[in-house]
């Protein structure tokens, strides 16, 4: 499979913190890919820094071959990059359909194609009794199967989903894990920041662990919570390291 994502030694500078150190990956086509890390690791900066939200302070990332370091983030959108947001920002104003169109006015201008696509996305997600519901009004959960609609109305290749299943019970938590499949069979290339190791585990082809800024370790689920340095930095006693 082709190298979709290519990050090159990409560091994020704070002031004097060092909140992205020389991270350097490459996600393939097809690929689901899990970040963990400790709180503060790293992991929404390296996001926003992939997707144009923040202009790393040196390093590169191309997106299937081209370099897009510092593009902005609607052009990066454009060509296939979505992301979703640690703390949703759906348009409280508008409707849950409304907020899905904003997402697919991306690929047309027209008004029925933009419905048409968005309504279909609100039966992926189990939104659609829920269409003309205002934003702000949405459980938690919901909320965020609006945002990775609204992602999927872009029409990505490469999604990058930021703690899409923080605050949601185990149910719910089910019904993401089933979602991020569904998407993933559509031929979508998923990388995600997820804290619930659970998750992770059977969803994950490879595991990359940030700790202070710097990538610590990336392999397979099974090597990953076999890995000293990560059991010591993250996992803890958790019933992974344990295994
Ligand atoms: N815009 C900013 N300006 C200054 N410091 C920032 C900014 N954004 C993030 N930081 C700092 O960079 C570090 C990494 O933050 P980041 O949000 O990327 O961590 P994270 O791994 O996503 O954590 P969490 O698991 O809590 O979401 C933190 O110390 C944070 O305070
Ligand atoms: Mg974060």
């Known amino acids: 499979m082709m190298t979709l994502l ?19 990956f490459e996600v393939r086509e097809g690929e689901i890919i899990g970040i963990i890390g400790p709180n503060g690791a790293g992991k929404t900066t390296l996001f926003a820094s992939i997707a144009g939200f923040l202009r790393p302070t040196s390093g590169r990332v191309y997106l299937a071959g081209a370099d897009i370091t510092g593009v902005r983030p609607d052009l990066i959108c454009r060509r296939g990059l979505a992301r979703t947001f640690q703390i949703v920002r759906a348009l409280p104003e508008l409707s849950v359909l409304q907020n899905v169109m ?45 945002e990775l609609a609204r992602a999927m109305a ?10 899409v299943m923080a605050g949601l019970n185990p149910r719910e938590r089910q019904q993401a894990v089933e979602l991020v499949r569904a998407i993933h069979r559509r031929g979508v290339t998923i990388l995600l920041i997820e804290h619930v190791m659970d998750v ?36 803890g006693d958790s019933k992974y390291a344990r295994a």
């Open 6 to 24: 290519r990050i090159d030694a990409l560091t994020m500078q704070f002031g004097g913190l060092l909140a992205n150190d020389r991270i350097s």
């Open 102 to 146: 904003i997402g697919a006015f991306l690929r047309t201008s027209k008004v029925h194609e933009a419905r048409a696509m968005a309504e279909e996305l609100l039966d992926l997600t189990g939104l659609s009794a829920k269409a003309h519901f205002a934003g702000s009004s949405l459980t938690i959960a919901d909320k965020k199967r609006l």
């Open 154 to 163: 872009t029409q990505p290749r490469l999604l990058l989903l930021d703690e």
């Open 200 to 235: 992770l585990m059977p969803l994950s082809q490879r595991i990359i662990v940030l700790n202070y800024g710097r990538k610590i370790a990336e392999d397979t689920p099974e090597v990953i919570v076999r890995n000293p340095e990560v059991i010591a930095a993250y996992l």
